[in-house]
């Protein structure tokens, strides 16, 4: 029996952390709010809480689970380098709705899915989010809903779609802007934008100059 906790009410918040922090220790997953939508998690380096992560969304290993982190320096140890603008576009932009996908840390044992050697990484700007990350570590979070349904925005939604695959519920509300996240792949030679999303293209462009579409 999954369970819920209000994030609104300060004695609620502080349980569901440290009720969340110690099921993703143990390789289960949790519901949890970012400043997009929210997120189904897991510790990123539990391979069995990422694998329930995907039966869980009814998505296949094609589609590898990107990884939200607490800090830089998390973000860092993930990671091969920033590259030539990684670091600019982290300044700018984190925490908030950016994900940077970069080279994979060759050293890490972990398995979100068929990455090809690269990691989707984003800090996001939600309070309650960036508490958890910073007692769990990095998390592989995608978001809360069935494969091919909409993403959840509230907590009810993640539950009436997740269900009792999911150990526990942050509820913290609405979500604010459920505007997804922009996706910036900085492992090619010119940097390409492989969604479009919170982080408009014209203020990507400001830092890195010259950068590709998909359109």
């Not at 997953?29 to 992560?53: K, R």
Request: proline residues 6%; negative net charge.
């Amino acid at each position: 029996m999954s369970r819920r906790y209000d994030c609104a009410d300060p004695t609620e918040r502080a349980a569901g952390l440290a009720d969340a922090t110690s099921v993703v220790r143990r390789g289960e997953l949790v519901v949890l709010p970012t400043d997009t939508v929210y997120g189904i998690g897991a510790d990123a380096f539990s391979h069995s809480g990422v694998t329930a992560l995907l039966e869980a969304k009814g998505r296949g290993r094609d589609m590898p689970v990107p990884v939200l982190v607490g800090t830089v320096r998390a973000a860092n140890a993930l990671v091969e380098g920033l590259g030539t603008y990684g670091q600019d576009l982290v300044d700018a932009f984190w925490p908030g709705p950016l994900t940077l996908i970069l080279r994979a840390n060759r050293s890490l044992s972990w398995d979100l899915g068929d990455t090809k050697g690269t990691v989707a990484v984003r800090m996001p700007l939600h309070s309650l989010a960036l508490e958890l990350l910073k007692e769990t570590g990095p998390m592989a979070v995608s978001s809360a809903n069935r494969s091919g349904s909409a993403p959840a925005t509230t907590a009810e939604e993640a539950e009436e779609q997740l269900g009792d695959s999911v150990s526990l519920y942050l509820d913290d509300g609405p979500c604010k802007d459920n505007v997804p996240s922009t996706i910036l792949d900085l492992t090619t030679a010119v940097p390409r934008v492989l969604r479009k999303g919170g982080v408009p293209v014209d203020k990507l462009r400001g830092i890195v100059g010259y950068l590709a579409t998909e359109d």
